[in-house]
T-cell receptor, first 115, second 114 residues
Framework: NAGVTQTPKFRVLKTGQSMTLLCAQDMNHEYMYWYRQDPGMGLRLIHYSVGEGTTAKGEVPDGYNVSRLKKQNFLLGLESAAPSQTSVYFC??????????????FGQGTRLTVV | AQSVTQLGSHVSVSEGALVLLRCNYSSSVPPYLFWYVQYPNQGLQLLLKYTSAATLVKGINGFEAEFKKSETSFHLTKPSAHMSDAAEYFCAVSGHNNNNDMRFGAGTRLTVKP
């Protein structure tokens, strides 16, 4: 079972460059999330989606955009990368959000460095 | 909005010793609580979750956690640490409504000494 797959696993960007991170899940989950993980700060929610064609802002959305054109895919875009976006990015999915079925399944992460 | 606080960013124990990782929550109503584990260079995986069915929750790898409403706590324990338990552990809280309100703590890194 693939679960949640993120590509790429590593990337180095120059300041001002753009890139897209891809997340794919094969569990038919409605909810998908993008988090960033920084030392001492745990996971912070960037954007999330409650279903195909929907997106919403999380705690730290500035500088990122997302799209959910297909239920199984959730894309995270950086239009103009900044050093402050150096982080490890995790995608997750869940059957629902809130309640008994909130258990999130995570991808392996993408380590992004912006120089 | 609910939140969780993990006390201690680093915990070090000897192999065979008790593991205790602390998590306190803030919520106006009893929430759903989770513990996740992250091994080096991997994503998070669920250890256990509290869903109000029982206050003592048993998870994978011998871990368990007890929900204490009076103390607003959900501490994670394991009677005897193993070297393979070395990882980062995250407490998370979720509410009862369907509006994506899962919040993670800052994490506790567990080191196990031989």
């Amino acid at each position: 079972n693939a679960g949640v797959t993120q590509t790429p696993k590593f990337r180095v960007l120059k300041t001002g460059q753009s890139m897209t991170l891809l997340c794919a899940q094969d569990m038919n989950h409605e909810y998908m999330y993008w988090y960033r993980q920084d030392p001492g700060m745990g996971l912070r929610l960037i954007h999330y989606s409650v279903g195909e064609g929907t997106t919403a802002k999380g705690e730290v959305p500035d500088g990122y955009n997302v799209s959910r054109l297909k239920k199984q895919n959730f894309l995270l875009g950086l239009e103009s990368a900044a050093p402050s976006q150096t982080s490890v990015y995790f995608c997750a999915s869940s059957y629902s959000s809130g309640g008994l079925n909130t258990e999130a399944f995570f991808g392996q992460g993408t380590r992004l460095t912006v120089v | 909005a609910q939140s969780v606080t993990q006390l201690g960013s680093h915990v070090s124990v000897s192999e065979g010793a008790l593991v205790l990782l602390r998590c306190n929550y803030s919520s106006s109503v009893p929430p759903y609580l989770f513990w996740y584990v992250q091994y080096p260079n991997q994503g998070l995986q669920l250890l256990l979750k509290y869903t109000s069915a029982a206050t003592l929750v048993k998870g994978i790898n011998g871990f368990e956690a007890e929900f204490k409403k009076s103390e607003t706590s959900f501490h994670l324990t394991k009677p005897s640490a193993h070297m393979s338990d070395a990882a980062e552990y995250f407490c998370a809280v979720s509410g009862h409504n369907n509006n994506n309100d899962m919040r993670f703590g800052a994490g506790t890194r567990l080191t196990v000494k031989p």
